[in-house]
């Protein structure tokens, strides 16, 4: 079972199935699922909204409407404003594409997929970078949810995961990032294993990820969607740093003391006393409960503004 990053090296995830049973997708649906140009055309057949990617910068605006993003990307790390900046040189690994940018809330759903149809577990709302997280701009820096979905919009992810799941024989968990304008949910991103935001539905509504996971990848089963709880609230935020530092001990025992919380950790990715951390590096990740969003996010800031002043940052 492999996690983020992985499944930009489909060749790797086939040498490791050899070896033992593969518990997600396959070499050959990652190929597929993971080109912005094939899911592009998937969902525009099954006349499903998103972004049309563009394999060149010729005759794009140079105003920020389009972004620049690697094809081997994870965790929003390497996306630009295209603004008519000299790309990335190709080759060598190094591949990009460009894509409309949609005005709107950044999101994400989370589905389990088996035999050609998908199971919407949840949706989250992404944190993206900022002041307050010392993310860049387009950096993943956590998730809040569940959010609560109108049918119209659950019946926009659902078809959105049984389109993937149909035409690219994606099995066990998968994510969907998106972009929310009001009216129309946009997929901007497909990432076929388990996700970020999973722990947070998990946390928040009580399904056990990994056994639905198991299930699907085993035995072609997919469990029933669970009605998330109305006053409950799970968020997570990663700390970057904003500039280079050292672990002190005193935020390494404050920290571990809070990751060893049961059965739910207020703190996770715990870094070593005396490890070196550069700018813009994840420093730690923390969680936060509240009855709503709001009152999560709240929360979430107070704890990365504790761990500041531990690491003499604030």
Not at 5 to 23: C, Q, S
Not at 262 to 285: F, M, S
Request: contains cysteine; charged residues 20%; positive net charge.
């Amino acid at each position: 079972m492999y996690t983020g990053g992985i499944e930009n090296y489909p060749e790797l995830v086939d040498r490791l199935a050899k070896n033992g049973t593969l518990w997600g997708n396959s070499a050959s649906a990652l190929k597929g699922v993971r080109d912005p140009f094939q899911w592009a055309r998937a969902f525009a057949e099954a006349a499903i909204a998103c972004p049309w990617p563009q394999a060149r910068a010729e005759g794009l605006p140079h105003d920020g409407s389009w972004l620049i993003k690697p094809l081997r990307g994870s965790g929003g790390a390497g996306i630009r404003s295209w603004r008519g900046q000299s790309p990335p040189a190709r080759g060598k690994g190094v591949e990009y594409y460009f894509q409309p940018r949609i005005v709107g809330t950044p999101c994400s759903a989370v589905f389990v997929g088996a035999a050609g149809r998908a199971v919407l577990l949840g949706a989250t709302r992404q944190l993206m970078g900022g002041a307050w997280s010392g993310a860049s701009e387009f950096a993943y820096a956590g998730s809040i949810g569940p959010l609560k979905l109108s049918r119209q919009k659950e019946e926009q992810w659902q078809r959105i995961g049984n389109c993937l799941a149909r035409r690219f024989a994606l099995v066990g968990l998968f994510g969907v990032d998106a972009i929310d304008d009001g009216s129309t949910v946009w997929p901007v991103e497909v990432n076929p294993r388990y996700t970020a935001s999973v722990e947070v539905l998990e946390r928040a509504i009580g399904f056990q990820a990994v056994q639905l996971h198991a299930e699907a990848c085993c035995r072609g089963t997919l469990a029933e969607p669970q009605a998330p709880s109305s006053d409950h609230c799970v968020g997570k935020a990663i700390l970057y740093a904003p500039t280079d530092l050292v672990v002190s001990a005193r935020f390494f025992f404050w920290a571990r003391q809070r990751a060893e919380a049961w059965p739910w950790p207020d703190l996770a990715d715990v870094p070593d006393v005396g490890a070196v951390i550069r700018r813009g590096q994840p420093v730690a990740t923390f969680f936060a409960e509240a009855s709503d969003e709001s009152a999560t996010q709240h929360a979430l800031r107070a704890r990365l503004d504790q761990a500041r002043r531990l690491l003499n940052l604030a």
